[in-house]
């Protein structure tokens, strides 16, 4: 059996995308442990953690600021992957949502709406003590203030680092418990609780689907794999549920 099996057996569909650093190496953007990945260069634990930002905040800051800079330049655009999923959502409506672990925001570039970011947002600045976000586009420094407190307090980047809690998972286990297919693109399986879910949407009897340059930490746990770029599987995929959907 393979998924064209599934799609040619559902007149609807719930599909549950889990997306990753991969998705987006094709635009420009460095993964996290591929060769020369972000965590070849840069210690997680100084960068990616609350100890290491509150060790040297300026560190972090300087880091963020750079990629921010980068997806903001203008160098950096969605790939066909990411188009051919907006081509889905557009073609499905609300039956696809697309849970990333990118902090980029590609797919919502490519025309996709129901997105969630588990683990925050490069173009996203948040207040250190209320948690309030607001969308940050520029440079961001230990000087700059949230509107939320009086007086206001440091921003920090939006973003989920390691030891705290990934934004939205109720909402998440919602709908891989509704979910027919999940399909998990471009992540190497390292950073739980995303690569847990390939065994939670089993028990939840969809169908998992793996789309990735190579076999991931969990591609036994997967009813099928895939491998090759996305720019290439990506579309295959979304013109077979636009055939048999
Ligand atoms: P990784 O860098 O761990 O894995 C990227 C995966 O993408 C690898 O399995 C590659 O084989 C695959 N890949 C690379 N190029 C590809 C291409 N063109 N087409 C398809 N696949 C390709 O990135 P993630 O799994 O996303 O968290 O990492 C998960 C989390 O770890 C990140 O969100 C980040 C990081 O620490 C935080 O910063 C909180």
Not at 95 to 115: C, F, K, M, P, S
Not at 149 to 177: A, Q
């Amino acid at each position: 059996m393979t998924y064209i099996d599934i799609l040619k057996s559902k007149s609807e569909c719930n599909i549950v995308v889990l997306t990753g650093a991969g998705i987006s190496a094709e635009s420009g953007i460095k993964t996290f442990r591929d060769g020369n990945g972000l965590w070849e260069n840069h210690k997680v634990e100084d960068v990616a953690t609350p100890e290491g930002f509150a060790a040297n905040p300026s560190l972090v800051y300087k880091f963020y600021n750079e990629r921010r800079a980068q997806l903001l330049s203008g160098e950096v655009h969605p790939n066909p992957a990411h188009i051919a999923l907006a081509e889905l959502e557009k073609a499905l409506k609300s039956n696809i949502w697309i849970v990333t672990q990118n902090v980029d925001n590609l797919h919502e570039r490519a025309g996709n709406q129901n997105v969630i970011h588990m683990h925050g947002e490069l173009a996203s600045a948040k207040c250190a003590v209320t948690n309030q976000a607001q969308n940050w586009v520029a440079e961001l420094n230990a000087s700059d203030r949230c509107h939320c407190c009086s007086p206001g307090t440091p921003l920090r980047p939006n973003i989920v680092w390691f030891g705290e809690i990934p934004y939205n998972m109720e909402k998440i286990e919602t709908l891989l418990f509704d979910a027919d297919l999940f399909v998990s693109i471009g992540t190497s399986g390292n950073v739980y609780p995303a690569a847990g879910f390939v065994s939670f949407a089993n028990q939840c009897n969809a169908y998992t689907l793996e789309l990735n340059l190579e076999p991931s930490n969990g591609q036994t746990q997967f009813a099928e794999s895939r491998q090759g770029p996305a720019s290439e599987l990506i579309p295959e995929f979304v013109s077979n549920c636009l055939k048999y959907l």
